[in-house]
């Protein structure tokens, strides 16, 4: 009898077997303590937490990993958002992919500059006689050093803002489910920011290589451990001149959606849950987001296309108007390299049916008073749009959760 795939479990035994295929990452009992003790504190304080999850997920693809599949994610979104929950108020567990993007640092870490370039170095004072001049930070970049430093320090010296690291998609697996159940006592006042760009498929560790994938044909008495099997390997017998080099298939499973373990099994009673839904074609985006929204009973899906992400995105969510556009006006846009203006609004006019012009959400007001920039000299960051709104569906959100009628 063949064994069913994680697809055909239920969601609470697809979560046991795919937990117990890998061992828990060696550094959870640390995040575990540094979190139960970083929510006690916010807990006590009547704070609301958030969540937050960025950048990519790694998929090993030998147990002692050499190789892995990959994705774009640098962790912007998430770096970004943290900043502007620190901004209103929040308490931030950053749970990010290691090297990704950090709130503050990412003003100078992923700069076009070296961080070098932001420095020099000073003459040295009369009295020290000495050639070597204190490092300083250049006349140009002092304002605005000075204020991402500030609020760097602020958060920190007040214990705001928590970074775990994980770098697999079993690591952020594990880390999510632990950090959803510490979060319980914060009930409706916790908000999980779901941005990290997770795998959607993966190696099960009971098939994993445990040494690195030759890419060679070794001999027989060498070849002890495989990914793959033998009638998998395409060594080039169709070509006209075969190699000896081995051309790799590898067959994935999909990673088991626990997204909906989160809503109904892990996350706080009452608690606010967002995810974020991207594609590259715009008919599907707002169709997928939907999707998403009805098959994990997120309370908000913020679909954004990888060409307009950092111009726009939809908030969709179960009560109405169910979808609504937020846009940078085109006067205040950041540069992009991969962006494609001319895609701006074209998802929301793909899901209009009788052909009508499509009638983005008037965001210039909102954009013009949205003096908390960062990060970018000839634009504003979307994320200045984003969380002030999402804030006001989270305190939405708890007031119906703790309000008392009156008799």
């Known amino acids: 009898m063949a064994t069913p795939s994680l697809g055909d479990m239920s969601p609470a035994d697809a979560e ?25 504190r916010h807990v006590e304080a009547n704070r609301r937490v958030v969540l937050v999850t960025s950048g990519g997920t790694t998929v090993p693809l030998e147990a002692q990993t050499v190789r892995f599949i990959d994705n774009f994610s640098a962790g912007t979104r998430g770096a970004t958002s943290a900043e502007y929950f620190l901004q209103e108020g929040y308490a931030v567990i950053f749970l990010h992919r290691q090297y990704s ?9 992923h700069s076009t500059n070296c ?8 003459p040295a004072s009369d009295s020290t006689q000495s050639d070597h001049g ?26 705001l803002l928590l970074l775990l690291p994980f770098t697999t998609v079993s690591e952020y697996m594990f880390e999510l489910r632990s950090l959803a159940k510490l979060m319980r ?8 920011y779901l941005a990290a760009a997770v795998s959607d498929f993966f ?29 998998d390997i395409y060594t080039g017998e169709n070509e006209e001149q075969p190699s000896q080099r081995k051309k790799l298939v590898i067959n994935l499973d999909p990673v088991p959606k626990f997204l909906h373990r989160l809503v109904d099994g892990w996350a706080p009673d009452g608690s606010m849950v967002v995810s974020f839904k ?39 969510t179960p009560d109405p108007p169910h979808e609504r556009w937020l846009r940078v006006p085109k006067a205040r846009r950041s540069k992009s ?25 008037k965001t210039e007001e909102k954009a013009q008073a949205a003096t908390r920039q960062e990060g970018s000299s000839d634009g504003i960051e979307i994320e200045t749009l984003i969380i002030p709104e999402l804030v006001k569906l989270h305190s939405t959100m708890i007031e119906k959760k703790t309000h008392k009628p009156t008799s």
Do not use: C
């Open 16 to 40: 046991s077997v795919y937990f117990n295929e890998y061992p828990p990452p060696k550094a959870l009992p640390k995040h575990e303590a540094l979190a139960r003790a970083f929510i006690d």
């Open 101 to 109: 993007l950090l709130p503050y640092s990412r003003h100078y870490s």
């Open 115 to 122: 961080f070098l370039d932001f420095m020099d170095e000073a």
């Open 134 to 159: 204190p490092i300083v930070v250049r006349d140009e970049y002092q304002h605005q050093m000075r204020d991402v430093l500030r609020k760097y320090r602020y958060a920190k010296q007040n214990n």
């Open 185 to 192: 006592p914060l009930g409706p006042n916790a908000l999980f």
């Open 203 to 231: 190696i099960p560790r009971s098939r994993m290589a445990e040494h690195k994938i030759q890419s060679s044909e070794l001999p027989a008495h060498l070849d002890k451990d495989s990914a793959v099997e033998p009638d």
């Open 278 to 316: 991207l594609e590259t074609d715009p008919s599907l985006l707002v169709y997928k987001a939907r999707t998403a929204l009805q098959r994990y009973s997120h309370h908000l899906v913020i679909g954004n296309l990888l060409s307009t992400r950092k111009w726009e995105v939809v908030f969709i």
């Open 337 to 361: 390299i991969s962006g494609v203006e001319d895609q701006v609004g074209l998802a929301e006019a793909k899901k209009k049916s009788d052909g009508s012009a499509p009638t983005p959400e």
